[in-house]
């Protein structure tokens, strides 16, 4: 393993501690989240309870308790006294999500440019050097895409929104399965680093209108990108 995927490895997994819940649910939730959006565990997959307990070595309860919070973010069906399954994919939800992520970061950024966010700057910068990094790396995509969502949910923490990052992140199941199906190009890859570099230099220069329409660029989606995916992964969707 090189320096820089176990330096961004290691980053991810300490992002992810502190979003942790503190029940014995907490762990439990956390990693099924993890396999579901990484599609390890793919939109209709049954889940046997069972088989899970004896997997994470609990008991029904927490157990329970995880599958609902998973249910609140819309990533399982639980039927009572019947089975649990993973949900195929919302393109409505999807819309939904994506409108929220623009309209809270946009703000993000405009708050961080109109503020002292030199802090912000420095350390952004080392996770785009340590993206850049992982780009060069063969096989390693879902580690760039992880390294890439850290970087928006430093944004939010930098500016004291957290909890708005939070609400972004249990609304984006379905838009984050999506980005996983994604094939980028290094055409791609290099406009997506492109875009953080835009964002910092105009939170760097106090420049709220160009912090705005950095952001706005950098997510701005092609008209065709869902029927594109959909095409090639019928099955994962409603």
């Known amino acids: ?12 997994e300490h992002s992810r501690l502190k979003d942790k819940m503190s029940s014995t649910a907490g762990p439990i939730y956390d990693d099924l989240r993890q396999r579901i959006l990484s599609l390890d565990l793919p939109p209709g997959t049954h889940l046997l309870r069972n088989q899970l307990a004896a997997e994470y070595r609990v008991s029904q309860t927490p157990l329970r308790d995880a599958l ?4 609140r973010d819309d990533l399982v069906q639980i039927l009572p006294q019947s089975s649990t399954s993973v949900t195929r994919i919302n393109i ?3 819309h939904e999500a994506y409108f929220l992520r623009v309209a809270l970061e946009t703000e993000v950024v405009r708050h961080l440019a109109s503020h002292d966010a030199s802090e912000l700057v420095s350390r952004a910068r ?3 050097d340590l993206q850049r990094a992982i780009a060069k790396e063969p096989g390693q995509l879902r580690l760039f895409q992880e390294i890439d969502e850290l970087f928006h949910q430093m944004l939010f923490e930098a500016a004291g929104h957290r909890s708005l990052h939070l609400l972004i992140r249990s609304q984006s199941g379905h838009l984050d399965r999506v980005r996983r199906l994604q094939i980028h190009s290094e055409t791609k890859i290099a406009s997506i680093l492109a875009g953080h570099d835009e964002i910092l230099k105009a939170i760097e220069t106090s420049d709220e209108a160009a912090a705005m329409t950095a952001l706005r660029d950098h997510l701005r989606k092609s008209p065709q990108w869902l029927d594109d995916i959909r095409a090639g992964h019928e099955d994962y969707f409603e």
């Open 68 to 71: 609902q919070r998973l249910q």
């Open 1 to 12: 393993m090189s320096t820089s995927i176990k330096t961004a490895t290691e980053l991810v």
């Open 92 to 94: 409505p939800k999807i």
């Open 126 to 128: 080392s996770v785009i």
